[in-house]
T-cell receptor
Framework: DSGVTQTPKHLITATGQRVTLRCSPR?????VYWYQQSLDQGLQFLIQ???????AKGNILERFSAQQFPDLHSELNLSSLELGDSALYFC??????????????FGPGTRLTVL | AQSVTQPDIHITVSEGASLELRCNYS??????LFWYVQSPGQGLQLLLK??????LVQGIKGFEAEFKRSQSSFNLRKPSVHWSDAAEYFC?????????????FGGGTRVLVKP
């Protein structure tokens, strides 16, 4: 158990809908990362937040957005869902001491199925 | 931009035999390197990491990896495989100098263990 929690574990929805994925980082970690794992794209970095502020952005679609709240939990919002958004979405967290390197610890993931 | 290549998509190994998983990276400087394992239905668990110093790194579950700068490689090894090692293994690289801390993953190698 990494200490990172994600809810829900599974999500089934229809095209055009909007969903919210939730992540609670390990106790003490200030940074949260979101990754998408799909069969055709593999594991891809989406976005990183550090202490409530966006820190880095990857291949995140404009239909997707994220935020990190004062209690450091994070939410990933996916809207206007398409079949191709079906994937496993991972959250990771790290301490981010400001001294690289930093180790990321991953949650169990949320499996999103868009029908 | 950094990239990671895992040339072997699938590897089948007999229980008790040795295992080596290949990882090659492309990056302008010395990166930070990681190996993660994903068991079926599970999240990603960190096996080991290389930041600097001794190029032979020991990890959990009896795994080790060797960083070879001249070959831009970071291969993972285990002397004697157990049935519980059947999983998918991901090599990842993080930039040594950049804002943020995003991981770039290889495509993964799925390991099947024969009894």
């Amino acid at each position: 158990d990494s200490g990172v929690t994600q809810t829900p574990k599974h999500l089934i929805t229809a095209t055009g809908q909007r969903v919210t994925l939730r992540c609670s980082p390990r106790s003490g970690d200030l940074s949260v990362y979101w990754y998408q794992q799909s069969l055709d794209q593999g594991l891809q970095f989406l976005i990183q937040y550090y202490n409530g502020e966006e820190r880095a952005k990857g291949n995140i679609l404009e239909r997707f957005s994220a935020q990190q709240f004062p209690d450091l939990h994070s939410e990933l919002n996916l809207s206007s869902l398409e079949l191709g958004d079906s994937a496993l979405y991972f959250c990771a967290s790290s301490l981010m001491t400001g001294r690289l390197p930093d180790t990321q610890y991953f949650g169990p993931g949320t499996r999103l199925t868009v029908l | 931009a950094q990239s990671v290549t895992q040339p072997d998509i699938h590897i089948t190994v007999s229980e008790g035999a040795s295992l080596e998983l290949r990882c090659n990276y492309s990056y302008g400087a010395t990166p930070y390197l990681f190996w993660y394992v994903q068991s079926p239905g599970q999240g990603l668990q960190l096996l080991l990491k290389y930041f600097s110093g001794d190029t032979l790194v020991q990890g959990i579950k009896g795994f080790e990896a060797e960083f070879k700068r001249s070959q831009s490689s970071f291969n993972l090894r285990k002397p004697s495989v157990h049935w519980s090692d059947a999983a998918e293994y991901f090599c990842a690289v993080a930039p040594s100098k950049a804002a943020g801390n995003k991981l770039t993953f290889g495509g993964g190698t799925r390991v099947l263990v024969k009894p």
